[in-house]
């Protein structure tokens, strides 16, 4: 059975940097692509950061050079970086795993229960 747990969500000030983990167990990072997504009140859960199965990142521009996605087989752990948030980052943050990478896009297949982010300006 395969569950991801995600943790380090909480409230920052404007321009303060977090670090959300997903624990991932019943897979295993180094065969699965993992993912980040966010979603706000009232608007489409959106793609925040894409990592491949050999480590491959992908950012939509909305957070790329502000946040950074990284993964430790090992511990089967994923990561993402989060620094200079603004307001608008404010949101559910879901971590999501998939088999296939395609058009540098996992594809997902598995979602966490998510954690909350806020940003206060």
């Known amino acids: 059975q395969v569950q991801l747990g995600e943790s380090g969500g909480g409230s920052v000030q404007a321009g303060g940097t977090l670090r959300v983990s997903c624990a991932a167990s019943?897979?295993?990072?180094?065969?699965?692509?993992m993912g980040w997504f966010r979603q706000a009140p009232g608007k489409e859960r959106e793609r925040v950061a894409d990592i491949s199965q050999g480590g491959t990142t992908t950012y939509p521009d909305s957070v790329k050079g502000r946040f950074t996605i990284s993964k430790d087989n090992a511990e089967n752990t994923l990561y993402l970086q989060m620094n200079n948030l603004k307001s608008d980052d404010t949101a559910m943050y879901y971590c999501a795993a998939g088999s296939v990478w395609f058009s540098r896009r996992c594809q997902v297949n598995y979602w966490g229960q998510g954690t909350q982010v806020t940003v206060s300006s």
């Open positions: 019943g897979l295993s990072l180094s065969r699965y692509c």
